[in-house]
Structures are given as C-alpha cells and as structure tokens.
C-alpha cells in the first residue's frame, strides 16, 4: 500500500508543477486519483 500511496503523490506533485490553472488541475488530479486507484486495484485482483 506505500508503493501505491508514493505513486499518487508523484503524480499530484506532477499536476501541480503543471501548467493547469487550479480549477482543471484540480479536476484532472481528482480524476488521475481515481484512474491509478481502480487500475491499482484491477492489477492486484489479477495477481491474487
């Protein structure tokens, strides 16, 4: 769980050194958090 907890926070330090202005980078980031999240979940249920 650490190594996907360092992943998400690589990808919002990311988004935020981005050019976004705060609203779409805060939109984007929500929706890249919930992207990782379900394919992080999809590998691990395919590795049990």
Do not use: C, E, N, P
């Not at 050194?17 to 992080?40: A, E, I, K, N, P």
Request: no cysteine; net charge positive; charged share 10%.
């Amino acid at each position: 769980m650490k190594l996907v907890f360092l992943h998400l926070s690589s990808i919002h330090h990311f988004w935020i050194s981005g050019r976004f202005t705060h609203w779409s980078q805060d939109w984007v980031m929500l929706v890249m958090t919930m992207f990782q999240v379900l394919s992080y979940l999809h590998m691990l249920r395919m590795a049990l």
